[in-house]
T-cell receptor
Framework: GDSVTQMEGPVTLSEEAFLTINCTYTATGYPSLFWYVQYPGEGLQLLLKATKADDKGSNKGFEATYRKETTSFHLEKGSVQVSDSAVYFC??????????FGSGTRLLVRP | DAGITQSPRHKVTETGTPVTLRCHQTENHRYMYWYRQDPGHGLRLIHYSYGVKDTDKGEVSDGYSVSRSKTEDFLLTLESATSSQTSVYFC?????????????FGQGTRLTVV
């Protein structure tokens, strides 16, 4: 079945550092890919998405490119802020109606 | 924000009792999902619905049942609650149309089984 694997956290960075959170997937066909963010005590919010190969999703300085050849959708940000501290989830929606999530990566940004 | 309301937001119940969680949407979205979130496991799909009276199991469906008699409501029932079902439960809704495949989440229900 479909699945998502993302790097384990926590990831601890200093403010203005470069961020990469790795995400790879297994799916049949051409899934849509997503990054969601969860701030403490809140539900999940969509951060960005990509619906076909080579698409780049971007939002709030975060980017991720849909790489079908490597089945990856890595999240990047050039300069993180303390306010980016949260849990980040990679997800896919494949040929079924299911929306499948990775286990989440906690990011902690120190001043 | 998408119109999704989960109720109750917090509940403490005793082992062996039945519990029903409600998800209500005002967006008329076709797809609805129930997830549980536990440390180290991310979000795991319990059940989902692709229309009124159309539901299917997710990866952790044992001990849970669902019903969807109206487009706007998706109920999750724990037939006989166990301590392993202590978790935070999230409802999500989605449509499936060109350029619009993402899901929107409720605020969650924290359930404690004692």
């Amino acid at each position: 079945g479909d699945s998502v694997t993302q790097m384990e956290g926590p990831v601890t960075l200093s403010e203005e550092a470069f961020l990469t959170i790795n995400c790879t997937y297994t799916a049949t066909g051409y899934p849509s890919l997503f990054w969601y963010v969860q701030y403490p005590g809140e539900g999940l919010q969509l951060l960005l998405k990509a619906t076909k190969a080579d698409d780049k999703g971007s939002n709030k300085g975060f980017e991720a490119t849909y790489r079908k050849e490597t089945t990856s959708f890595h999240l990047e940000k050039g300069s993180v802020q303390v306010s980016d501290s949260a849990v980040y989830f990679c997800a896919l929606r494949g040929s079924s109606y299911k929306l499948i999530f990775g286990s989440g990566t906690r990011l902690l940004v120190r001043p | 924000d998408a119109g999704i309301t989960q109720s109750p937001r917090h509940k403490v119940t005793e082992t062996g009792t039945p519990v029903t969680l409600r998800c209500h949407q005002t967006e008329n979205h076709r797809y609805m999902y129930w997830y549980r979130q536990d440390p180290g496991h991310g979000l795991r799909l319990i059940h989902y619905s692709y229309g009124v009276k159309d539901t299917d199991k997710g990866e952790v469906s044992d001990g849970y049942s669902v019903s969807r008699s109206k487009t706007e409501d998706f109920l999750l029932t724990l037939e006989s609650a166990t301590s392993s079902q202590t978790s935070v439960y999230f409802c999500a809704i989605s449509e499936l149309s060109t350029g619009n495949t993402e899901a929107f989440f409720g605020q969650g229900t924290r359930l404690t089984v004692v």
